[in-house]
Nanobody
């Protein structure tokens, strides 16, 4: 199965943007879906995760600005980004986990201009 990510683009600071990620075909429900990001010259880092039991977590840098939502039936996860800052500029990657298997989507670029 592949993860298909969409969304991203160029936005001005304090703007909003949404990213979507979904499995390419019907598949067992992922236990965890998450969004990571990698800024130029930096390591890939976790941004937000959402588990199939409804629990979510966001890193401190985006708390209060980003939210993550899941649709277990669609095996999808959306990242809603508000009050974007230039430091949010990065390539965002969708991630999913089922048992010991991990899946990555293609990156989608988010650029926040000041």
């Amino acid at each position: 199965v592949q993860l298909q990510a969409s969304g991203g683009g160029l936005v001005q600071a304090w703007g909003c943007l949404g990213l979507s990620c979904a499995a390419s075909r019907r598949f067992a429900t992922f236990w965890r879906m998450a969004w990571y990001r990698q800024a130029p010259g930096k390591q890939r880092e976790l941004v937000a995760r959402a588990d199939s039991d409804g629990s979510t977590n966001l890193v401190d840098a985006v708390k209060g600005r980003f939210t993550i939502s899941r649709d277990n039936a669609k095996n999808s996860a959306d990242l809603h980004m508000n009050s974007l800052k230039p430091e949010d500029t990065a390539v965002y990657y969708c991630y999913a986990q089922l048992g010991a298997s991990a899946y990555w989507g293609q990156g989608t670029e988010v650029t926040v201009s000041s």
